[in-house]
């Protein structure tokens, strides 16, 4: 605990930054040693000046410490140092790794071999769907679901792989008391039961908009792979894939409509290497990791098609991952619209077709 109170006192003191903190522990050997040390001997490290040497001397920071200490154990929140020797090394062998991970829920070893999905906050239908199909596969491989539990695609992945009883970590851009957004409170603690949520960021930190960036390259390196199912082309959904480019991980991209502006982003990465994909398969065979877990695609429908009616299996090759209003499905499949209906709404309860507003039906 010791250890962990120093390392706070350095954490609170203005300018100090990760870097600097494993400049001056390899400096000096330990933490505390760094605290036993004159001014003048703190800044005989290259990059430490006066003002900031002093204030690491300083007691003021103490109180920053001691607060952090108390809501730790108020909470039961739980601390991993650079130092731990249970802290990821995924972490360590990134530029600029945390000093310190709060975190809550369980973190295992498996969570590495995992695959972050992230995209807009405001995503289309067709958004939503591919990231729940891509999550539900995935899941149901094992494979842990990383993202950031901002609102929209972040929501949606996390949802999904609880829904269908996988692990997933969430990763922060506030402190970890302090939740963001919101309305994600149950959610939060959702994961906590089936993994974890992590922020590198000391409690009582809000949710700045300089904070999500920077907490993106955990999201990257935690993971084998990246996928990015819809976003703009500044949007921090791509803030995350080129963190993951600059770590040597992998970058998979949905396609969308070209006439919408939500897929300019995913498309801007594939013209620039990222993987396009369709299928989970397009996923796995890209990481040795998962080779075994890859099946062939087929498998898939057949599962599906085996459980439906002669007449539902025509309605079901009528369907597609686009939203289909009910007249036009009823016309593709030369029936009449209360037969689909009918039929559609038996396909509802085997949980292969989906009905959105307007009378519309897509593949689930």
């Excluded at 605290?35 to 703190?42: D, L, M, N, V």
């Excluded at 990134?94 to 070893?109: A, D, H, Q, R, S």
């Excluded at 609880?162 to 969430?170: E, I, P, Q, V, W």
């Excluded at 819809?230 to 991209?253: N, P, R």
């Amino acid at each position: 605990m010791e250890k962990l109170y120093n390392l706070l006192r350095l954490i609170g003191v203005n300018g100090i930054g990760n870097k600097r903190i494993l400049k001056l522990y390899n400096f000096f050997g330990s933490l505390d040693v760094i605290f036993k040390a004159s001014t003048q001997e703190i800044m005989n490290l290259i990059g430490i000046d006066y003002d900031t040497a002093v204030q690491i001397k300083d007691d003021t920071y103490k109180r920053f410490a001691d607060k952090q200490i108390s809501e730790i154990k108020k909470k039961n929140f739980k601390v991993l140092t650079y130092w731990s020797s249970d802290y990821p090394l995924p972490l360590k062998r990134i530029f600029n790794p945390p000093v310190v991970l709060f975190y809550k829920g369980t973190i295992e070893e498996k969570d590495f071999n995992s695959i972050s999905v992230v995209g807009m906050r405001m995503p289309s239908q067709y958004g939503k769907q591919a990231t729940e199909y891509f999550c539900t596969e995935l899941v149901s491989r094992d494979i842990t679901i990383i993202s950031g539990m901002a609102r929209g695609i972040d929501t949606i992945a996390h949802r999904c792989s609880l829904k269908n009883k996988g692990r997933t970590l969430a990763v922060l851009g506030s402190g970890l008391n302090v939740c963001y957004p919101p309305e994600n409170r149950k959610l939060f603690n959702d994961i906590t039961k089936s993994g974890a949520v992590i922020s590198e960021f000391p409690l009582y930190t809000p949710p700045n908009k300089e904070n999500f960036p920077r907490r993106n390259r955990i999201i990257s390196a935690l993971s084998k792979g990246t996928l990015v199912v819809e976003g703009g082309v500044k949007s921090g959904a791509l803030i995350t894939a080129y963190f993951a480019l600059d770590q040597g991980k992998e970058v998979f991209a949905v396609p969308g409509n070209i006439n919408n502006t939500k897929s300019r982003g995913t498309h801007k990465l594939i013209k620039e290497g990222a993987k396009l994909v369709e299928v989970v398969n397009d996923i796995l065979e890209e990481i040795p990791v998962f080779q075994d877990k890859n099946k062939p695609i087929y498998e898939q429908d057949e599962e599906i098609v085996k459980n439906l009616t002669s007449e539902e299996v025509r309605l079901w090759e009528v369907l597609t991952a686009e939203p289909i209003h009910i007249d036009k499905i009823a016309l593709k499949a030369g029936i009449s619209t209360s037969e689909a209906l009918t039929l559609l709404l038996s396909m509802e309860l085997k949980d292969c077709v989906r009905q959105l507003t307007g009378m519309k039906f897509i593949r689930n």
